[in-house]
């Protein structure tokens, strides 16, 4: 029974589990009114779910709202609908919008949906101070409330009938920012705003003008009177009188000051009042400025001066600006239209004047420390005025100048330049210096020396520069010309080369002759003879006034066998090295007779023995191998001869007769029996002579002869003597 219901619940449960089904069709976002809304005015923002179901259940829906990805709503019902009321928009709620729905484990997400609130909140504006000072500040704070940075604040000072003057502060972490505006001389009642800026994408909206503050201003001190006295007809040497003041509100550091042409004649502090006075001098002429400053606020009244000139500069005049030492020179000082004042002549230095003498006129003899500049001064009722500085020089007469090479020697090398110098012992600068160079000359003037360098880039390889120099300055002595100086122009040693006699091949323990040469180039000319190693050896050096230079070596051997070049240089530091050339040392001629005598001769002895003794072998080896047959032409002798050997029983190989001599040749194997018997017979046609037997010449014919040669170790003889015989031919070939 208990099995039965579980079957009919589980049953059941599948059957109610297949009717709860349901699906997302869209998720959707709106707002109410619109997506752009008025600042201030209600905003609804609603969140829709479309859901298909398989049957009418209940359902819990979680719906969320965000705003730019932050969480701003949340609902949990059984209605696919969510309402998120905002009473009052503000710019804060401008941003982009979605919702999402989850329910059943399942979850949907709206598009995103933009929502624009129009306008800004109107800023408040706050002044620290309602009353001010000139020279103070005026401290402002303006908020934005229930507004969300990045803001921009513009602040605004208006005075009256004047442009207003702005300042912008960006705000990116606050909705408030504070300024200062400084408070200007003549200030008096300012009136100052603010409004209030953000950015929506690409556009800036701008909010209300806040409330209007005004600023009283306050004057810490009124604007400085300058009084002068005497106020007009001011002739030089009179007294001048300057009294500057002003009232203050709060005596508190309180600075006057009295300025002539921007320069500060003087000043007080903590005063009301500045007074300053001076002899009248043509230089008191100009604007004068009265300022009054406490802390950042001033205030300046100016008056211009016109003092009336007493008399004229003098003027200073000399008999000559320039002459000869030695000579009288004459100061004279003196103003135009007028007779009554007191001179004195001076002398200028760079620590002080130096007075000569308290009068009109001076005269003295010059010398050269007279050079320099002279002035002259008048009085006349406390006023000093001088004259414009006077320039005399006095000259010392040149001497003689010497002219000479910078580098001490009176040489050059071709090609390079040529520094002279021109110098004097005694003369007043400035000094002319003219060298010359042959009929060409080249001027040049020192203002502050005795010496004068001259610089030739033109050197020629038979310029025999014929240099001098002349000087001359103001004197009336002239010029005053050097010595002439001759310079040698070195020539760089140019193409280098090596040779030798013989030339290539020396032989041992003869003489060899080098020779090394250049084409070019200045004597004395430095040789020397390297052959070339691992580390090369210098083998000879001199140096000759000539162009080339002759080396002999003695005795040449074979370890002389090399390479070698020389190498070249004179005064010009220039080396020059030839190409090398390559000498071989081979055997003389007496060497190779003693060689020959020696060595060669005993190895051709040796050679003739060896080819006569190889003859020799193989005549007698032919001898017992060869069984000549009877001869219808042998003689009677002959035959009895050789019918005696056989029938003694013994065995030949062959016979042979040498005139009427009769030598029996007894075979080698005799000992060997059967065996003879068993070798190979080999048959040959051979030429034999037929004697006469009374000692007729030899008459030659022709037979055929048959002969048995053993084949046997005596073939390997004939093969060994006739490798000796090679090795011996080619020894004697390798030594020629």
Same mark, same amino acid.
């Given at each position: ?410 040489? $050059?090398?071709? %090609? +390079?330049?040529?520094?002279?110098? *021109?110098?004097?012992?005694? !003369?007043?600068? #400035? /000094?002319? @210096? ?71 091949? $020396?032989?041992? %323990? +003869?003489?060899?002759?080098?020779? *090394?040469?250049?084409?070019? !180039?200045?004597? #004395? /000319?430095? @040789? ?209």
């Amino acid at each position: 029974m208990y099995l039965a219901l579980l079957v009919i619940f589980l049953q059941c449960s599948e059957i109610c589990t297949q009717k709860r089904v349901f699906t997302f069709n869209a998720v959707h976002i709106e707002v109410q009114p619109s997506a752009k809304v008025e600042n201030g005015a209600p905003m609804s923002i609603i969140c829709h779910a479309d859901i298909s179901k398989s049957t009418d259940f209940n359902l819990q829906h979680n719906i969320t709202i965000f705003k730019d990805g932050k969480l701003v709503f949340m609902s949990v019902s059984g209605k696919g609908d969510a309402r998120y009321e905002v009473p009052m928009a503000r710019s804060s709620h401008t941003g982009d919008y979605q919702c999402a729905v989850e329910a059943g484990g399942k979850i949907k997400h709206s598009d995103s949906l933009h929502v624009w609130v129009t306008g800004m909140t109107k800023p408040i504006l706050i002044a620290e101070k309602k009353e001010v000072f000139e020279g103070e500040v005026v401290k402002l704070r303006c908020e934005l409330p229930e507004e969300v940075p990045p803001l921009y604040f513009v602040f605004q000072k208006m005075k009256v009938n004047s442009t207003p003057k702005q300042k912008l502060q960006e705000e990116l972490y606050r909705n408030f920012s504070v300024v200062e505006f400084p408070v200007d001389e003549g200030d008096d009642i300012l009136q100052f705003d603010c409004f209030g800026k953000r950015r929506v994408r690409f556009e800036f909206e701008t909010s209300l003008t806040s409330n209007k503050t005004l600023i009283t201003v306050k004057e810490p001190f009124i604007k400085p009177t300058l009084h002068i006295k005497p106020s007009s007809n001011i002739t030089e040497g009179k007294e001048i009188r300057f009294e500057c003041s002003t009232v203050v509100a709060k005596m508190r550091d309180i600075e006057i000051i009295l300025l002539r042409n921007k320069t500060i004649l003087s000043s007080v502090r903590d005063q009301t009042t500045l007074k300053y006075s001076a002899v009248a001098t043509l230089e008191d002429s100009g604007e004068y400025l009265c300022k009054v400053e406490e802390g950042k606020a001033s205030k300046t009244t100016t008056h211009n001066v016109v003092v009336t000139e007493l008399f004229p500069k003098p003027i200073l005049t000399a008999s000559m600006n320039e002459l000869d030492e030695h000579k009288e020179l004459t100061l004279s000082c003196s103003i135009k239209d007028f007779q009554n004042a007191s001179f004195s002549i001076l002398r200028k230095h760079s620590s002080r004047d130096i007075l000569l003498r308290n009068s009109r006129n001076l005269t003295m003899r010059a010398s050269v420390n007279d050079t320099g500049s002279y002035i002259c001064k008048a009085e006349v009722n406390r006023i000093v005025k001088e004259s414009k500085p006077v320039t005399i020089r006095v000259y010392a007469p040149v001497s003689m100048p010497s002219i000479s090479v910078f580098s001490g020697l009176p040489e $050059v090398v071709l %090609g +390079r330049p040529l520094n002279l110098t *021109c110098c004097l012992m005694m !003369g007043t600068p #400035p /000094i002319t @210096f003219t060298f010359y160079k042959g009929n060409k000359n080249k001027k040049k003037i020192v203002t502050n020396n005795t010496c004068a360098a001259f610089l030739d880039k033109d050197i020629r390889q038979n310029d025999k520069g014929q240099y001098k120099c002349g000087a001359k300055n103001h004197h009336s002595s002239g010029m005053k010309t050097s010595k002439v100086l001759n310079i040698t122009v070195i020539v760089p040693i140019r193409n280098t080369s090596l040779g030798s006699v013989p030339y290539g091949v $020396v032989e041992d %323990g +003869r003489e060899t002759t080098f020779l *090394c040469s250049v084409e070019e !180039g200045s004597w #004395p /000319i430095h @040789f020397r003879i390297f052959r070339k190693m691992d580390r090369d050896i210098l083998l000879f050096e001199r140096s000759e006034h000539a162009d080339r230079v002759v080396w002999q070596k003695k005795e040449m051997s074979r370890q002389d066998t090399g390479t070698y070049y020389c190498i070249a240089s004179n005064r010009a530091n220039v080396s020059a090295k030839s190409h090398p050339i390559t000498i071989n040392v081979i055997l003389a001629s007496w060497q190779k007779g003693v060689i020959t005598a020696f060595v060669l001769i005993p190895i051709a002895g040796v050679m003739i023995l060896a080819v006569w003794w190889f003859w020799c072998k193989k005549k007698n080896a032919k001898g017992p191998s060869m069984e000549m047959s009877r001869s219808a032409l042998a003689t009677n002798s002959t035959s009895e001869k050789l019918s005696r050997q056989h029938n003694d029983g013994d065995y030949y190989s062959g016979s042979g007769y040498i005139e009427d001599g009769e030598n029996h040749m007894k075979s080698t194997d005799e000992n060997k029996g059967p065996d003879l018997e068993s070798a190979e017979v080999e048959y040959t046609e051979v030429e034999v002579s037929t004697l006469d037997p009374h000692r007729a010449p030899v008459q030659k014919g022709t037979e055929t002869v048959y002969s048995e040669i053993r084949k046997a170790n005596n073939g390997k003889v004939f093969e060994i003597d006739k490798q000796c015989i090679t090795w011996l031919c080619s020894s004697f070939v390798a030594v020629c």
